[in-house]
């Protein structure tokens, strides 16, 4: 019961942990960030087994460790509160050719990057982007500009 108390707590560190990097910090990992994650998984293995290297506290603690995988993504599933909570909200980054400063912010991104993403969707300017949307698995998503877009309606309220 130990092992699955403890693989419960790491489950739940190691989950804030990676929110807390953020969604663009995992989409674009160095190969040192890369090797440190895998680090993490090998010291989390130590806290949660602790001394116990048979193959029942393994099979405990990766047990432990998808049952609240699964519980996440179910939860994710059948509630939009839940799914809000665990995945995170699209971001907009770019709204109508403007460059959301606050939202770049939030989400520590810099205009660098965005232009970075531009650059690889084959777009110039931020002027040619209607929206940009920072997506919760750290994409961006860009809608580029119609060429009537100047005298077209617009929906300020955002995207759908």
């Known amino acids: 019961m130990d092992i699955v108390l403890r693989a419960t707590l790491m489950f739940f560190i190691l989950y804030v942990l990676l929110r807390v ?11 040192f ?5 895998i680090v993490l998984g090998d010291l989390i293995q130590q ?8 193959l029942t506290g393994a099979v405990l603690a990766i047990t432990t460790f998808a049952f609240w995988g699964l519980a996440m993504s ?19 980054i770019i709204r109508h050719g403007e460059l959301l400063r ?3 912010r939030r989400d520590r991104l810099t205009r660098a990057e965005v232009e970075s ?3 690889l969707a084959g777009i110039a300017r931020i002027a040619e982007v209607d929206w940009a949307i920072l997506e919760t698995n750290g994409k961006i998503s860009f809608i580029g500009r119609s060429a009537g877009d100047d005298s077209a309606q617009r929906d300020d309220d955002g995207p759908v």
Not at 47 to 54: A, K, L, Q
């Open 21 to 31: 990097l953020g969604k663009r910090e995992l989409s674009q990992m160095t190969p």
């Open 33 to 37: 960030e890369l090797v440190t994650l």
């Open 47 to 54: 806290g949660v087994t602790h001394n116990d290297f048979s």
């Open 74 to 92: 179910w939860g994710s599933y059948v509630s939009p509160r839940l799914e809000k909570l665990f995945e995170g909200e699209p971001r907009v």
């Open 102 to 104: 606050d939202n770049l």
């Open 117 to 119: 993403e531009m650059r």
